[in-house]
């Protein structure tokens, strides 16, 4: 489960009157790209909100490198960096033709329905490859 | 509860590469004006979800007449129309400067957690006139 | 250029607290069957904007049937009803698993970058199927 | 103009299945921060754009410490922590009922309509307290 990448094109209501994808559209690409890493390893995100557990974001670092326009397609590349039994560090890269345009970091931490953190159920433990011992 | 008007400044992420609102972002002010509309009643909607009534959008009506932008101010003038026990119908008009430039329509259901149609919870209905008969 | 249709899965930044995709998301994807439908015909819409043709939204309508959920995978189905030199209207409809969950119709209309009605680029008229007569 | 407080109220459309405001939903108030605190200057950073200088956002970072949810009202801080001729740096908190519950930062930098860098306008400078030595 260590990577996972995919092509997302940029949407018209994603860009801003300066013709460029607004830095708030970034990070639900960054989630995008959380999710189907999970999947690629076998776990449903949404199957571990119906076992109550959900997943918060913590801390988001993004660096906008150079501008993507409406229409481009890009590449979004996540990499799970480290995980524990309740956190996550994943890094992320958006590549346009093959070169970086982006970079980012996020943490995220396991939250029960309270809000309260919690550890992630088991398939997403092993999923991210968290050791049993 | 017939009629409620509130500004709303346009934010630079509301709007689309034309370097005006986007036509995705006015359904949203028609959703505060409803909730706006409610609270003048003395109804806060996050209080009815408490309750278990959900108000789902069944149909929505917009007629663009004239661009709006960035930083620009406008009115939202929000009116229901008809209300039952289960539905409510509301006019919107958007107003720059005296001038009207946008006008819509709603829809709105009553549901349960199962999303399945119910009655609105008493203090919805007495804010939105509905008789008791 | 009669009708287009692609799959789309359900961001989770789509969704709201009643745990559905939010009302507002749906003309998103509208637009995107727009742009497709145009490109499946030869035309990438930027190019028109490049031409200094913008396609401006003046009519949205949406019928909401059946909500739709985080990660659900659904087909919209975009269809060009009537295209004139300067106006065109679509209808869609939104299917998950073969179901009709959404219907919705837009009419868009050319415009300058200046906001005035203007006849669309030629390419475009053309992969409208309108006549030049 | 070292600094600019303002409310707002949480949208529903801003929030997720989760019932808080989504991750990707703050930067968008930390924007109208910048906004609201150059207004507070005496510069509308719409007459910039129309001088040709736009304001590039080249990093961000965010700390989400306690989650927000639907109609609360939160006072989104503003502080201007450094400026150059191109560059400038904003700290923000967001508070509710007093308590800080998220904190963040953004680099922002001037651009032309070519994407170049380029000197903040005069006014933008003063705004920001640049000395022009």
Chains 1, 2, 3, 4 share one sequence.
Do not use: N
């Not at 830095?23 to 909100?49: I, K, N, Q």
């Not at 906008?64 to 480290?82: A, K, N, Q, S, W």
């Amino acid at each position: 489960m260590a990577q996972h990448q995919f092509t997302v094109r940029i949407r018209y209501s994603e860009c801003d009157p300066m013709g460029i994808a607004h830095h708030a559209s970034y990070p639900v690409w960054f989630e995008m790209g959380r999710t189907e890493l999970c999947r690629s390893a076998g776990v449903a995100y949404r199957d571990m909100e119906e076992l109550g557990a959900f997943i918060a974001v913590a801390r988001l670092e993004v660096r906008y490198v150079h501008p993507i326009r409406y229409d481009d397609e890009v590449e979004i590349c996540t990499t799970l960096e480290r995980a524990t039994r309740v956190k996550a560090i994943h890094a992320y890269r958006v590549l346009r033709a093959g070169l970086v345009v982006t970079t980012a970091s996020t943490t995220v931490a396991c939250v029960g329905p309270d809000g309260r953190p919690r550890e992630m159920p088991e398939p997403l433990r092993r999923a991210m490859g968290v050791s049993e011992a």
